[in-house]
C-alpha cells in the first residue's frame, strides 16, 4: 500500500465500509456505495483506452458523481482535470488544449459546448454525459449510468504510487489557468495530512475510520476548484462525512438548513461574500445550529464586521482560517491575533518562510515585505509550462526548493505574518506599493460599506490610482468620496487612500471570489465615462 489517494480511499472503506462518506442534497452515499460506483467508472475507463497518466475531464456542478469521477481516476492511475463550468467556449478550448483530455464526464445541460469542441479534438475519445435534469439534447458519448451498469464493482486494478499524479487547474483570476502537477504522497503529506497529522504508514489510516474527530463539514466551494477540493478531501480522507449543497446558487437558508438537518460541525466558507449571508439568514431565521463548531474560511479572509456578525449570529463557534493555494498547499493557520489595520495574523506551517529578493527569510519585526514561500513537500511544477514553473518553483543557494505563488506578506515582531495579497494584484502609485486586502480591510470597517474591492486604474502622472469598488449596506443609499478618504486617512498612509470611488454590486466567481477581471475592467469604463453618480474622483 502506498500514500496514494485511492490506496488510502479503500483502506479507510475496508475499516469501516457502512459509514457515510458523502452527502448531497438528498443523497447518502456510503464508503462502499462510492467505491462500487467508482470502480465501475474505473472500468469502463480503462476498456476505453485511458491508461495511467492520462487525463479525465469532470465538467459539472456539485454532484456526487464528481467525486466518482475522481476516485475512478486515482483507481487506474489517471488524473482528473477540473474544468470550470462558467467557462464559454473559447475558454473551454484552453483547458482541453492545455490538459490533453482522453475523456470528459459532463453534465446534459453543457451538450452544446461539449459537442462544439468534439470534432477539434479527436484525442477525447471517450465521453459520458450524466443527466441533470435539463432538455438540453444529447452530446457526444454514452449515458453515464448506462456506462456504469455495463462493468462490474471489482476492485481488480494494478499496483499504484504514490508518485501518481494529482492534477488541479487554477481558478485563472490573474491570467489563464494553470495545471498544477502533485505527487499523492505530496499532497497528503501537505494538505490532507495536515489536520490529524500525516500517519507514518498508509496502512495506519484504517485508525482513523471511525471519524475521532466526529467531522462532518459542508464545503461551499465547488468542487471544480481546489478551494472546494482541499476541505472536502481532507474531511473525507481522514475518516469524516463530506457535505456540499446541490443548488446552483450559493442559498444561506439551503445550507443553513442543511447544518441543522445533517448535524454539520464545520461550515467551509470563501470570505465575506459567504459570511455575511449566512450571518445574517441566520439572524433572521430559526436554525439549530448547534452542532456548528466552527466556521473555517479560505481564499478570503473574514474582515472585522463579518466576524463580528458571525458571532451575533452563531454565538461560540470558532472562527479561522488558513493561507494556501493550488500551488503552495497549506501554507499558515490563522491565530487569535486581530490586526484591525489588515485584519489576521497567520502562523506559518513548517518547512514555510516569508523570502526576499535573494530568497533569504525576512527577520520579524523588520517592517519588510516578501513573498510567502514553502519548501518539502510541493508540486513538480505547472503542467506543460516550463517557463512559469521555472519562475515560481525555485532553488535557493543552499539547494532547497521553494514554490512561490506570489503571495506577499509582512513578518511581524512576534513571528506571525500579515498577508497583504497578491503581487500580480499589487498597485503601484507613484512608485509606492499598494496592496488591495489591506485598503478593503480598512474600507468595510466603515458602517456603510457592504463589501469592498480595490483596483488599480492606469493614470498619466502616478502610473496607477487606488480605486475603491463599493457595495453598499441595504440601508445606506449614499455614500461620498471624501468621507470615505477621512475613514482611511484614520488607519492607513496617505498613498493608500483610494482616489475614486465607484458605488457598483461587486461580481464574483462560483467560488465566491472577486471577478478580479470585471473589477478593473468595469472601474476603468466607469472613471472613462465619469457619467453619474456612482463614479466620483478627486483631483
Request: proline residues 5%.
Given at each position: 500500500?502506498?500514500?496514494?489517494?485511492?490506496?488510502?480511499?479503500?483502506?479507510?472503506?475496508?475499516?469501516?465500509?457502512?459509514?457515510?462518506?458523502?452527502?448531497?442534497?438528498?443523497?447518502?452515499?456510503?464508503?462502499?456505495?462510492?467505491?462500487?460506483?467508482?470502480?465501475?467508472?474505473?472500468?469502463?475507463?480503462?476498456?476505453?483506452?485511458?491508461?495511467?497518466?492520462?487525463?479525465?475531464?469532470?465538467?459539472?456542478?456539485?454532484?456526487?458523481?464528481?467525486?466518482?469521477?475522481?476516485?475512478?481516476?486515482?483507481?487506474?492511475?489517471?488524473?482528473?482535470?477540473?474544468?470550470?463550468?462558467?467557462?464559454?467556449?473559447?475558454?473551454?478550448?484552453?483547458?482541453?488544449?492545455?490538459?490533453?483530455?482522453?475523456?470528459?464526464?459532463?453534465?446534459?445541460?453543457?451538450?452544446?459546448?461539449?459537442?462544439?469542441?468534439?470534432?477539434?479534438?479527436?484525442?477525447?475519445?471517450?465521453?459520458?454525459?450524466?443527466?441533470?435534469?435539463?432538455?438540453?439534447?444529447?452530446?457526444?458519448?454514452?449515458?453515464?449510468?448506462?456506462?456504469?451498469?455495463?462493468?462490474?464493482?471489482?476492485?481488480?486494478?494494478?499496483?499504484?504510487?504514490?508518485?501518481?499524479?494529482?492534477?488541479?487547474?487554477?481558478?485563472?483570476?490573474?491570467?489563464?489557468?494553470?495545471?498544477?502537477?502533485?505527487?499523492?504522497?505530496?499532497?497528503?503529506?501537505?494538505?490532507?495530512?495536515?489536520?490529524?497529522?500525516?500517519?507514518?504508514?498508509?496502512?495506519?489510516?484504517?485508525?482513523?475510520?471511525?471519524?475521532?474527530?466526529?467531522?462532518?463539514?459542508?464545503?461551499?466551494?465547488?468542487?471544480?476548484?481546489?478551494?472546494?477540493?482541499?476541505?472536502?478531501?481532507?474531511?473525507?480522507?481522514?475518516?469524516?462525512?463530506?457535505?456540499?449543497?446541490?443548488?446552483?446558487?450559493?442559498?444561506?437558508?439551503?445550507?443553513?438548513?442543511?447544518?441543522?438537518?445533517?448535524?454539520?460541525?464545520?461550515?467551509s466558507i470563501i470570505g465575506d461574500a459567504m459570511g455575511r449571508p449566512l450571518a445574517e439568514a441566520k439572524l433572521g431565521g430559526n436554525y439549530d445550529t448547534r452542532s456548528l463548531q466552527a466556521i473555517s474560511t479560505g481564499g478570503a479572509i473574514l474582515t472585522d464586521p463579518v466576524r463580528r456578525l458571525l458571532r451575533q449570529a452563531f454565538g461560540k463557534v470558532y472562527l479561522t482560517g488558513g493561507i494556501g493555494s493550488s500551488e503552495i498547499g497549506s501554507a499558515a493557520k490563522e491565530t487569535r491575533t486581530f490586526d484591525a489595520r489588515s485584519g489576521p495574523r497567520f502562523r506559518l506551517d513548517p518547512g514555510v518562510a516569508v523570502l526576499d529578493e535573494d530568497l533569504e527569510p525576512i527577520a520579524p519585526g523588520s517592517d519588510r515585505i516578501g513573498r510567502l514561500a514553502r519548501s518539502g513537500n510541493i508540486p513538480l511544477g505547472y503542467y506543460k509550462d516550463p517557463e512559469k514553473t521555472a519562475d515560481t518553483f525555485v532553488t535557493d543557494a543552499r539547494g532547497v526548493r521553494w514554490v512561490l505563488?506570489?503571495?506577499?506578506?509582512?513578518?511581524?515582531?512576534?513571528?506571525?505574518?500579515?498577508?497583504?495579497?497578491?503581487?500580480?494584484?499589487?498597485?503601484?502609485?507613484?512608485?509606492?506599493?499598494?496592496?488591495?486586502?489591506?485598503?478593503?480591510s480598512v474600507l468595510v470597517r466603515h458602517p456603510a460599506v457592504r463589501h469592498a474591492a480595490v483596483v488599480g486604474v492606469p493614470d498619466p502622472r502616478w502610473q496607477q490610482r487606488v480605486v475603491a469598488l463599493v457595495e453598499l449596506e441595504a440601508a445606506e443609499r449614499r455614500l461620498d468620496l471624501e468621507a470615505l478618504q477621512d475613514h482611511c486617512r484614520r488607519h492607513l498612509a496617505g498613498y493608500k487612500v483610494p482616489r475614486a470611488l465607484l458605488l457598483t454590486e461587486l461580481q464574483r466567481t462560483p467560488t465566491g471570489k472577486l471577478d478580479i477581471a470585471w473589477a478593473m475592467k468595469y472601474a476603468e469604463q466607469a472613471l472613462g465615462r465619469a457619467d453619474g453618480p456612482e463614479a466620483e474622483e478627486a483631483q
Open positions: 500500500m502506498q500514500f496514494q489517494l485511492a490506496d488510502l480511499y479503500e483502506c479507510l472503506c475496508d475499516a469501516g465500509p457502512e459509514a457515510p462518506a458523502v452527502i448531497a442534497g438528498d443523497r447518502r452515499v456510503s464508503r462502499a456505495a462510492l467505491e462500487a460506483r467508482a470502480n465501475r467508472l474505473a472500468h469502463h475507463l480503462l476498456r476505453h483506452g485511458v491508461a495511467a497518466g492520462d487525463h479525465v475531464g469532470i465538467y459539472s456542478m456539485n454532484r456526487v458523481e464528481w467525486v466518482e469521477a475522481l476516485l475512478a481516476c486515482w483507481k487506474i492511475r489517471a488524473a482528473a482535470v477540473n474544468v470550470n463550468y462558467r467557462y464559454v467556449t473559447d475558454e473551454l478550448r484552453y483547458i482541453w488544449d492545455n490538459s490533453d483530455l482522453v475523456a470528459l464526464v459532463y453534465e446534459r445541460g453543457f451538450s452544446e459546448r461539449v459537442r462544439a469542441l468534439a470534432e477539434e479534438f479527436p484525442g477525447v475519445r471517450t465521453y459520458l454525459a450524466l443527466e441533470d435534469g435539463s432538455d438540453a439534447p444529447p452530446g457526444p458519448g454514452r449515458a453515464y449510468e448506462a456506462a456504469l451498469a455495463a462493468q462490474c464493482d471489482a476492485r481488480d486494478f494494478a499496483p499504484r504510487s504514490g508518485d501518481d499524479i494529482y492534477l488541479v487547474y487554477t481558478g485563472g483570476t490573474t491570467g489563464m489557468p494553470k495545471g498544477v502537477l502533485w505527487r499523492h504522497e505530496d499532497l497528503y503529506s501537505n494538505v490532507i495530512g495536515s489536520l490529524l497529522g500525516t500517519v507514518d504508514a498508509p496502512e495506519a489510516i484504517a485508525k482513523q475510520a471511525d471519524n475521532p474527530l466526529g467531522m462532518r463539514t459542508l464545503t461551499l466551494s465547488p468542487l471544480m476548484h481546489g478551494g472546494g477540493q482541499f476541505p472536502f478531501l481532507i474531511t473525507v480522507l481522514n475518516g469524516g462525512v463530506g457535505l456540499f449543497p446541490v443548488s446552483r446558487r450559493f442559498d444561506p437558508d439551503e445550507v443553513l438548513g442543511i447544518v441543522e438537518r445533517e448535524r454539520v460541525t464545520t461550515l505563488p506570489g503571495d506577499y506578506a509582512r513578518v511581524e515582531a512576534d513571528g506571525t505574518i500579515t498577508l497583504l495579497g497578491r503581487g500580480s494584484q499589487c498597485i503601484n502609485s507613484g512608485g509606492e506599493k499598494v496592496f488591495p486586502d489591506e485598503v478593503e
